[in-house]
C-alpha cells in the first residue's frame, strides 16, 4: 500500500485541522486546549492570587473565586493606596529605563548592523593591539600620573594615530566582518556577575548609581550585541539590487535607508525591539546592585515581597506581578503586526 | 526631443582581489544605439555593466557620457536607469510608487510625477495595474514595472543586466519583441547584458563578444556571426555551435586523420582549427562531399533537422530540411561551401585569412 502513511508521518505531518476526521479532530483540540489551559494556568493563578487574602492563600489551594473563597482588594490597596508612592515610582522607572534602554539599543544596534551587513571592514589586527594599548596608557596615565583625563586620553589617541599611520603598512592580518560579530557576540557570552563588580564601581566613582542613567547604559550595552546580532541577520537577508536600484533612482544613501531599508526590515526591528525590552524589563541583577532607593525597578519590588519580616506577602507579589506583565502583553499585541512574514516577498525574481 | 548621448569608454580596468574580471576594455557606444554585452558567465560583462552605472569602482580607465566624465561619478549623477536581473522592485510600495520612486526621490511634484508615471506604466502597458503589490504581479508584470520604472525619467542611457532571464521561453520571446520596439520608438542608448546570443542577434545594431574579461569583437550581429574574428567568437554566435576540426596545415592541404582538403592561399604549416556552421553544411551521398562521416543521431525539430555525424570519433552537427531520413551508422557525405569554411590558428585562436578550401575538392 502505497498510500499507506506511517504513523510517523501522521504524526509529524498531520493533515490541515479541517481536514481531519471528527475523532482524530476531537482528540487535536483536547490535547491543544489542555495545552493552552497548563501554559495559562501559571497567569490565571497569579490573577486570582492577587485577589486573595492571606487567610485564602494559606488555606488554599482555592481555584475558583466567589466559590472557593472570597475575591478582597486588599493587596491592591495596599500597593496602590497606602504605598502607591512607592509602587508607582518603581513602576514608571521600570517603564522609563526599559523604553529609553530599548530605545537607544536598537537605535544603536541596527545601524552597527546595518554598516557590518553593507560595508566591508577590515581593520589591521596590529591597529586594534595599538589601540587597546594606548587606551591603558590613557588610564595609567590618570590612574598613576594624576593626569587631567582630557588631557591623557587626548595623548592617547595622537600616539594612537600616530603609531598606526607609521606602522599599519606592515601589519599583514587583519578581521573582517565577521570576527567583529562574533566579538560582539563573545561579549554576551560572559555571565553578568563577572562585571557587576566593575561597573558598580564605574558609576560608583562618576557618582550615578541609584539614578536612571546608569541602569539605561548598563541595559543598553548588555543588550547590544543581541540587537546587532538579529538585526544584522535581518539586514543580510534585503537583497542588495533593493539599494543599488534605489540609489541609481537617484536616492542619497539616507533615504535609501529611510525609504528601502527600514520599511523593509520593520518585522525585524519589531521582533528585537520586543525581546531587547523584555529583557530590560525583567532585568534583575544589574538593577539591584545599580539602584537603592530613587531607580528601583519592579522585579526588584518583587523581590523585595519575600524578604520582609511578615514572610513572603504572596499577594502582594502577584499584584506587582500582574501589573507587570500587562504592558508586556501590550507591547507585543501592538508590534506582533508588524512580525508578519513575506515582506520581501515580490521583491527579486520571478 | 532626443536626449540620447553616446558612451566612451577607455582603458577599463577592474579587479576583484586577484581576479582581473575586466581587462583593458575599450568601447565607444553611439547615440542612440542599441548594443549587448555577449559573453559567458564570468567574462566580465556584469562588472562592466555595473561600473557604468557606478556601482562598481574602476582601478583604471575612463568613462564619458555624452560630453561629461563620469569615471568617479555617483550613480545618481550619471543619468543612467538599470534593469536589473532580479528586477529589484520595492516590495513595500505599489507599481505606481515603484514607477514614481526616481522622479520622487528627485523632488518632482507629485501631480507630474503622477502624470509621468501614468504615461510610463502606459507604454508598459501597465497602466490598469498601478495599485498592485510587486507580490501580485507575475513575472512577466513585474518585468514590464522595472522597466516603466527606468523609463519615467527618461535617462540618456538605459543598462539592462540579463532582463529577460527570469521569464519562460515564450514570454521572453515576447519581451524581446517589446523591449527591440520599444528602444527604437524612445531612441536611447542602450546597453545591454546577456549570455543568450539569439537576444543579443535579434536586439542588437552592435554586438561586443566578451570573454575573460576582454572584448573579443565588436560588430553587427551579422559581422560577428559570419566574420568572427577568432575562435570563441565563432564558437559562441549560432546554435548549435560552428563545427570545429583540429588539423594541421602541410603542402597546401588541410590534414585531419582521413580528411585531406586542398587549399588556395599561403599559409605556414602548422596546427589549424577548421570551422563551418552546421546551417551551412549539407548531407549528400557518401563519397560525394568533401569528406565521409556516419551518422550519430537525427533528431527532427519540426521546422528543421538536425544531424549529429561523426568523423574519426568526433561529433559535428548539421542542420538539414525537415523531411531529411537517414538510418543510424550510415555513411554520408559532407558538403559545404568552400566560403564557408574559416580555418584559425590552434595556438591563440586567431582567424587565419591568408588561406580557403579551393572550391570543387
Not at chain 1, 481536514?19 to 490535547?31: D, H, N, R, S
Not at chain 1, 561579549?187 to 566613582?205: A, C, H, K
Request: aromatic share 10%; glycine share 8%.
Amino acid at each position: 500500500m502505497k498510500n499507506e502513511r506511517s504513523l510517523m508521518t501522521q504524526l509529524f505531518e498531520p493533515p490541515a485541522i479541517g481536514k481531519m476526521a471528527p475523532a482524530t479532530k476531537i482528540v487535536v483540540y483536547t490535547v491543544l486546549l489542555s495545552w493552552t489551559a497548563f501554559v495559562l494556568f501559571p497567569i490565571y493563578w497569579i490573577i486570582i492570587t492577587s485577589f486573595k487574602s492571606a487567610v485564602d492563600v494559606n488555606r488554599g489551594p482555592f481555584f475558583v473565586p466567589w466559590v472557593d473563597f472570597t475575591p478582597s482588594l486588599h493587596a491592591w490597596k495596599e500597593l496602590f493606596v497606602f504605598d502607591w508612592k512607592d509602587t508607582l515610582q518603581a513602576y514608571f522607572n521600570s517603564i522609563i529605563i526599559a523604553l529609553s534602554a530599548t530605545l537607544l539599543c536598537v537605535g544603536i544596534g541596527s545601524m552597527a548592523a546595518y554598516a557590518l551587513a553593507r560595508v566591508e571592514y577590515k581593520p589591521k589586527f596590529g591597529s586594534i593591539v595599538i589601540f587597546v594599548l594606548s587606551m591603558v596608557g590613557a588610564f595609567l596615565g590618570v590612574g598613576y600620573l594624576g593626569m587631567d583625563w582630557r588631557l591623557s586620553l587626548a595623548v592617547a589617541l595622537a600616539v594612537f594615530f600616530f603609531l598606526v599611520k607609521a606602522l599599519s603598512k606592515h601589519f599583514k592580518a587583519s578581521v573582517g566582518n565577521g570576527d567583529i560579530l562574533f566579538w560582539m557576540i563573545s561579549q554576551r557570552i560572559l555571565p553578568p556577575i563577572v562585571v557587576v563588580v566593575p561597573i558598580y564601581m564605574m558609576f560608583q566613582s562618576v557618582h550615578l548609581l541609584d539614578t536612571h542613567i546608569a541602569i539605561i547604559l548598563t541595559y543598553t550595552v548588555i543588550n547590544l550585541p543581541i540587537a546587532v546580532w538579529l538585526m544584522y541577520d535581518f539586514f543580510v537577508s534585503i537583497p542588495k539590487d533593493l539599494e543599488e536600484s534605489a540609489q541609481l533612482d537617484g536616492a542619497t544613501r539616507l533615504m535609501t535607508f529611510w525609504e528601502i531599508v527600514l520599511p523593509l526590515s520593520r518585522p525585524g526591528l519589531a521582533a528585537t525591539t520586543l525581546l531587547v525590552m523584555i529583557l530590560s524589563w525583567n532585568e534583575y541583577l544589574f538593577a539591584l546592585f545599580l539602584s537603592t532607593s530613587r531607580a528601583q525597578t519592579m522585579p526588584i519590588l518583587v523581590a523585595a515581597m519575600n524578604a520582609g519580616e511578615r514572610g513572603i506577602l504572596w499577594w502582594s507579589m502577584s499584584v506587582v506581578i500582574v501589573v507587570m506583565i500587562i504592558p508586556v502583553i501590550l507591547m507585543a499585541l501592538l508590534l506582533q503586526s508588524f512580525i508578519s512574514k513575506g515582506v520581501l516577498l515580490g521583491a527579486v525574481k520571478g | 526631443m532626443n536626449r540620447a548621448s553616446g558612451l566612451v569608454i577607455k582603458d577599463l580596468n577592474k579587479s576583484f582581489g586577484d581576479v582581473h574580471v575586466v581587462k583593458d576594455l575599450n568601447l565607444t557606444v553611439e547615440p542612440g544605439e542599441f548594443l549587448v554585452l555577449l559573453g559567458p558567465s564570468g567574462c566580465g560583462k556584469t562588472t562592466a555593466l555595473r561600473m557604468i552605472a557606478g556601482l562598481e569602482e574602476i582601478d583604471s580607465g575612463s568613462i564619458s557620457l555624452g560630453e561629461k566624465d563620469v569615471t568617479n561619478m555617483l550613480p545618481k549623477y550619471r543619468d543612467v536607469a538599470m534593469v536589473f536581473q532580479s528586477y529589484a522592485l520595492y516590495p513595500h510600495k505599489n507599481v505606481a510608487e515603484n514607477i514614481g520612486f526616481p522622479l520622487k526621490v528627485r523632488g518632482v511634484e507629485p501631480e507630474a510625477r503622477d502624470a509621468a508615471v501614468r504615461d510610463a506604466a502606459q507604454q508598459v502597458q501597465m497602466e490598469d495595474l498601478l495599485h498592485r503589490y510587486p507580490r501580485q504581479l507575475s513575472g512577466g508584470q513585474r518585468q514590464r514595472v522595472a522597466l516603466a520604472r527606468a523609463i519615467v525619467r527618461s535617462p540618456s542611457v538605459f543598462l539592462m543586466d540579463e532582463p529577460l532571464s527570469n521569464l519562460d521561453a515564450q514570454l521572453r520571446g515576447y519581451m524581446r519583441a517589446e523591449l527591440k520596439h520599444m528602444q527604437q520608438e524612445m531612441g536611447v542608448t542602450t546597453i545591454y547584458v546577456t549570455h543568450d546570443q539569439i537576444e543579443a542577434m535579434t536586439l542588437a545594431h552592435r554586438v561586443a563578444i566578451m570573454n575573460d574579461g576582454r572584448l573579443q569583437q565588436v560588430g553587427t550581429p551579422n559581422q560577428v556571426y559570419s566574420d568572427p574574428i577568432n575562435l570563441f567568437v565563432a564558437g559562441f554566435m549560432g546554435a548549435p555551435p560552428m563545427n570545429f576540426i583540429e588539423g594541421g596545415l602541410n603542402s597546401g592541404k588541410f590534414i585531419s586523420g582521413d580528411i585531406e582538403l586542398s587549399l588556395v592561399g599561403d599559409q605556414e604549416p602548422g596546427p589549424v582549427v577548421l570551422g563551418f556552421r552546421p546551417e551551412d553544411t549539407a548531407l549528400v551521398a557518401a563519397g560525394t562531399g568533401l569528406f565521409d562521416a556516419t551518422i550519430y543521431t537525427v533528431e527532427h525539430t519540426g521546422e528543421q533537422t538536425l544531424v549529429t555525424i561523426q568523423v574519426a570519433r568526433k561529433q559535428l552537427a548539421v542542420k538539414m530540411p525537415k523531411d531529411f531520413e537517414a538510418s543510424t551508422n550510415s555513411t554520408v557525405g559532407v558538403q559545404f561551401d568552400p566560403s564557408a569554411g574559416y580555418f584559425f590558428d590552434q595556438s591563440d585562436g586567431a582567424r587565419i585569412r591568408t588561406c580557403r578550401l579551393q572550391a570543387g575538392t
